[in-house]
């Protein structure tokens, strides 16, 4: 479990990028309950980042962040060195130290957050038998007008989905970058689509009810 989670963490903060919602849909419930669902995990994070958590008051800050976030898998403490400094759960303790420049995957993750320091979101990203699916979300703690820290959670997939209503759609796909990250079923001509549009990349959802 221990490994498992330093690889989760290091697959799902590839994805990385800057948040800022514009949600494009028309009387729509599902896309409505997908913007009010990053709405609401960025607006807890934003809680926690505001509180400047360090090394040793990070799990006390994050213990009623975590009890507000449904399918929550993991957290961390990120330092502006891009190292990991604290964990949320003593089971994935593995993960503090680790140094997450060395993973040539996250430059592009590093290089946004120390260029400009704002909110990030992954794509749904695939899992397997030894690992959920998951979503990761950053929030920058700046400090003086630089990055301090970064807090860092990982909700699983399934969440998400139940909390849209996307679970029980015959049929969806969700893409980001023109990349496909989730689907389910086979969609035909007659789907719906939303756009959650950020500024370094777009998901586009397609669900038939």
Not at 70 to 95: C, E, M, N
Not at 112 to 118: D, L, R, S, V, W
Request: glycine share 6%; aromatic share 12%; with cysteine.
């Amino acid at each position: 479990m221990k490994k498992v989670f330093l690889m989760v963490l290091i697959g799902f903060l590839i994805g990385g990028v800057s948040f800022a919602w514009t949600v494009d849909y028309a009387e729509d419930e599902i896309g409505h309950k997908a913007e009010l669902y990053f709405e609401k995990l960025f607006s807890i994070l934003r809680d926690a980042a505001a509180q400047d958590p360090t090394a040793n008051s990070f799990k006390e800050i994050m213990k009623p962040v975590i009890e507000k976030i449904d399918g929550i898998y993991g957290a961390t403490l990120i330092d502006p060195d891009f190292v990991i400094r604290q964990v949320y759960f003593h089971s994935h303790f593995l993960a503090r130290g680790f140094d997450l420049k060395k993973v040539k995957e996250l430059d592009n993750f590093y290089r946004m957050m120390k260029e400009n320091p704002a909110p990030q979101l992954s794509e749904p990203a695939h899992g397997n038998l030894a690992q959920p699916r998951l979503i990761s979300a950053r929030y920058p703690v700046i400090k003086n007008g630089g990055l301090k820290n970064i807090v860092s959670v990982m909700v699983r997939t399934q969440s998400f989905l139940k909390a849209t209503g996307l679970n029980r759609c015959r049929a969806y796909k969700i893409i980001c970058l023109g990349k496909l990250a989730e689907d389910k079923g086979e969609l035909t001509g007659n789907f719906k689509e939303i756009k959650l549009s950020l500024p370094s990349t777009e998901w586009v959802i397609q669900y038939e009810k």
